[in-house]
C-alpha cells in the first residue's frame, strides 16, 4: 500500500499488515507510524491525497475560528487511533483560500474524507473524538 510521509511528505511502498510495530519512511527515515496531522498547501495538496492509499481525513480550519480551535485537540487524538489506516490533514483555509473555494468550503470546520483521490465524504461542524473515530472508522 503507498503511504505518504508525514514528515517529508514522499510516498512509501509498505505491506498491508493488521497492525505494525514499525515503519520508517525510505527517505527521510521518520517514523510512518507518527499520527500528528500534516499540514497540506496548495503545493502538495493533491500530491498527498492522489499518492495515499489510505483514506485521507482532511479539517479545513482556520486560526480565527473558536470552533476550529476546539476541535484540534479532538482531530489530533482520533489521529492516534488510525496509525497507517488512515492519514489526517489539515488545511488552513486563511492561508490556502484557493483549496477552500475549490471544495466549496462554506462553514469551518469543515472535514472532507477523500478515498482513492476523491471525495466520500463531508461533515461541517466541530466533532468531538468519539464522533470522528466512528466517522474515520467507517471509511476504513
Given at each position: 500500500?503507498?503511504?505518504?510521509?508525514?514528515?517529508?511528505?514522499?510516498?512509501?511502498?509498505?505491506?498491508?499488515?493488521?497492525?505494525?510495530?514499525?515503519?520508517?519512511?525510505?527517505?527521510?527515515?521518520?517514523?510512518?507510524?507518527?499520527?500528528?496531522?500534516?499540514?497540506?498547501?496548495?503545493?502538495?495538496?493533491d500530491e498527498v491525497v492522489v499518492n495515499s492509499d489510505m483514506p485521507v481525513i482532511i479539517d479545513f480550519w482556520a486560526p480565527w475560528c473558536g470552533p476550529c480551535k476546539m476541535m484540534a485537540p479532538n482531530?489530533?487524538?482520533?489521529?492516534?487511533?488510525?496509525?497507517?489506516?488512515?492519514?489526517?490533514?489539515?488545511?488552513?483555509?486563511?492561508?490556502?483560500?484557493?483549496?477552500?473555494?475549490?471544495?466549496?468550503?462554506?462553514?469551518?470546520?469543515?472535514?472532507?474524507?477523500?478515498?482513492?483521490?476523491?471525495?466520500?465524504?463531508?461533515?461541517?461542524?466541530?466533532?468531538?473524538?468519539?464522533?470522528?473515530?466512528?466517522?474515520?472508522?467507517?471509511?476504513?
Amino acid at each position: 500500500m503507498r503511504v505518504v510521509c508525514p514528515h517529508c511528505k514522499s510516498v512509501n511502498n509498505v505491506p498491508q499488515k493488521e497492525s505494525y510495530k514499525k515503519a520508517n519512511c525510505g527517505k527521510c527515515k521518520g517514523s510512518l507510524l507518527d499520527t500528528k496531522p500534516i499540514e497540506l498547501t496548495n503545493a502538495d495538496f493533491d500530491e498527498v491525497v492522489v499518492n495515499s492509499d489510505m483514506p485521507v481525513i482532511i479539517d479545513f480550519w482556520a486560526p480565527w475560528c473558536g470552533p476550529c480551535k476546539m476541535m484540534a485537540p479532538n482531530f489530533q487524538k482520533s489521529a492516534t487511533n488510525f496509525a497507517l489506516k488512515a492519514l489526517y490533514a489539515k488545511v488552513n483555509t486563511e492561508n490556502e483560500q484557493n483549496l477552500g473555494a475549490r471544495f466549496g468550503i462554506r462553514s469551518i470546520p469543515t472535514i472532507i474524507v477523500f478515498k482513492d483521490a476523491k471525495e466520500i465524504h463531508r461533515v461541517s461542524g466541530a466533532l468531538d473524538e468519539a464522533a470522528l473515530n466512528k466517522m474515520v472508522a467507517q471509511f476504513i
